[in-house]
């Protein structure tokens, strides 16, 4: 493996003159967080509310040509991003991304979104992404893979400079009992699938800083977005998320009227004086 300073890939030509690209996507996945030892939100969580944020993470890689050194023939950039390409500054305060450990400083740190990296090289390995989410959000970090690929599987002849390779992956990244805080920073973020609460529940406000930084990070005009895979099952999953938070809604709405039914009822035989 060989690499070079971090590099830009070229820029895409334009949309009405763009070839079709290979690109291949991971079956979607669902993965819950269980942070239930947090202690810094283990006081003010709210309870049978699950938030979810789906995700994409993966590589694009450019062919430089016959032209370029052996050692550096692929420009390639990695990425972890809202499927919605909104700000994922919201939830994550840092990525790191693990390289092949022939790369100057194969650990790469990124504090702020756009959280991707690019670099130069020549062969395809398993990169390591780890996020780290805000104190309020969870303590524990979440640790996903992903392939690099440089070279298409379904294409025959010389590699085409001007049709990147692109992988991607989509997940739901889903937070059960979330803390009133991070609660009330994302209720309204169009990158996070938040439940209707129940009526007369009350958040206390959302940070300023927050507010103000909401849509600084997103990647709708990203440099890449042109490449961007369109997950038609990810639309289908955010559908089938908001639908599951609608259900459990109810099921917390039928849970609370039995609660108060059972009440009534212990009454009742108090009031008649005959135990259950």
């Known amino acids: 493996m060989t690499n070079t300073e971090t590099l830009n890939p070229p820029p ?21 967080i269980d942070d239930a030892d947090n202690k810094v939100v283990a006081n003010n969580r709210v ?7 789906p995700v994409v993470y993966g590589t694009i890689a450019f062919y430089l040509g016959r032209k370029a050194i052996e050692t550096q023939s692929h420009k390639w950039t990695v990425y972890i991003r809202s499927a919605t390409n909104e700000d994922l500054g919201i939830l994550l305060k840092k990525v790191v991304f693990q390289l092949h450990p022939s790369f100057v400083n194969p650990t790469r740190v990124v504090e702020s979104p756009p959280f991707e990296i690019s670099e130069c090289g020549w062969g395809e390995f398993e990169i390591a992404i780890s996020l780290f989410f805000h104190n309020d959000v969870c303590d524990k970090q979440l640790d996903l893979y992903h392939q690099l690929k440089l070279y298409p599987e379904d294409e025959t002849g010389p590699q085409s400079t001007k049709r990147p390779v ?10 059960p009992d979330p803390s009133e805080n991070f609660l009330a920073r994302v209720q309204n973020h169009p990158a996070v699938v938040v439940p209707r609460l129940p009526a007369g529940f009350n958040l ?35 559908k089938l998320a908001a639908a599951r938070q609608q259900v459990q809604a109810h099921i917390v709405k039928l849970r609370r009227q039995l609660n108060m039914m059972d009440g009534l009822q212990q009454m009742s035989v108090i009031a008649s004086g005959y135990d259950l």
């Open 47 to 53: 309870k049978d509310v699950e938030i979810s944020i």
């Open 166 to 175: 692109v992988v991607e992956s989509y997940n739901e990244i889903v937070f």
């Open 204 to 238: 206390p406000p959302a940070s300023v800083q927050y507010m103000n930084e909401r849509r600084r990070g997103d990647t709708k005009d990203h440099p890449l977005c042109h490449w961007f895979l369109n997950f038609s099952e990810a639309d289908e999953l955010l």
């Open 12 to 32: 895409p030509p334009p949309l009405d003159s763009q070839p079709e690209y290979g690109g291949s996507a991971t079956k979607p996945q669902l993965i819950e």
